[in-house]
C-alpha cells in the first residue's frame, strides 16, 4: 500500500502506544524535534555482535536508538532489503514482500508480567490489521535519516503498493 504525506497535518503526530501489562491504549503526542531525536540517535551496532543470517548472502544490520526498545533490523541480500523491522515502545513494524509487504504488532519489551523475558529476546505479536498511524510515524522518524543509502531504501518501501 503506498503510505502518502499530508503535509498539511498539524506538527504533532497522534502515537498510539499500548500498555501491555494494563491493557490499555494511551495516546501519545509526538512533536517534530520529538521526532528528529529519536531519528537521529540511530546508531549503528558493530556487525562482530550480531548472530550471522542462516541463508547464505545474507547481511543483517542493527541500529539501535537512543532509548530502551528502540532498533532497526534489516536484512540485506547484495545491498538490498529482503527484511525490516523497527520497534519502539512496545510497538513494532516489518516489511517483508514474502509476507504481503507491512505488518505491525506489540512487542513484549513492556510487559511487567513476562516471566520468560529474557532482555536480547523480543517476541512480538502481529496486529490483525497494519496499525496506518504508527507506519506512518516510523516514516516521519526514518525521514529524518534521509541520504544515508540504507534509510533511503527503507524509504522506498512506504511507496510500494506491498
Same mark, same amino acid.
Given at each position: ?21 494494563? =491493557? ?9 524535534? *520529538?521526532?528528529?531525536?529519536? =531519528? ?21 544490520? /542493527?541500529?539501535? =536508538? ?15 532489503? *529482503?527484511?525490516? *523491522?523497527?520497534?519502539?515502545? =512496545? ?11 507491512? *505488518? ?27 496499525? /496506518? ?30
Amino acid at each position: 500500500m503506498n503510505i502518502s504525506r499530508d503535509e498539511s497535518a498539524p506538527k504533532m503526530t497522534k502515537y498510539y502506544s499500548m500498555n501491555q501489562a494494563a =491493557g490499555y491504549s494511551i495516546v501519545t503526542l509526538m512533536d517534530k524535534d *520529538q521526532i528528529a531525536a529519536l =531519528g537521529a540517535s540511530l546508531r549503528q551496532i558493530d556487525q562482530k555482535l550480531l548472530t550471522p543470517a542462516k541463508e547464505e548472502g545474507i547481511t543483517r544490520v /542493527w541500529y539501535q =536508538g537512543g532509548e530502551p526498545y528502540f532498533d532497526v533490523f534489516v536484512e540485506l541480500r547484495q545491498g538490498k532489503i *529482503q527484511w525490516f *523491522q523497527f520497534t519502539l515502545r =512496545g510497538k513494532s513494524i516489518s516489511w517483508n514482500p514474502e509476507h504481503s509487504g507491512w *505488518q505491525s504488532g506489540t512487542t513484549n519489551e513492556l510487559r511487567a508480567d513476562d516471566i520468560t523475558f529474557y532482555p536480547a529476546s523480543k517476541v512480538i505479536e502481529n496486529d490483525k490489521h497494519p496499525d /496506518w498511524e504508527f507506519i506512518q510515524l516510523v516514516r516521519s522518524i526514518l525521514e529524518t535519516r534521509a541520504g544515508e543509502d540504507i534509510f533511503d531504501q527503507i524509504l522506498a518501501l512506504f511507496d510500494t503498493e506491498n
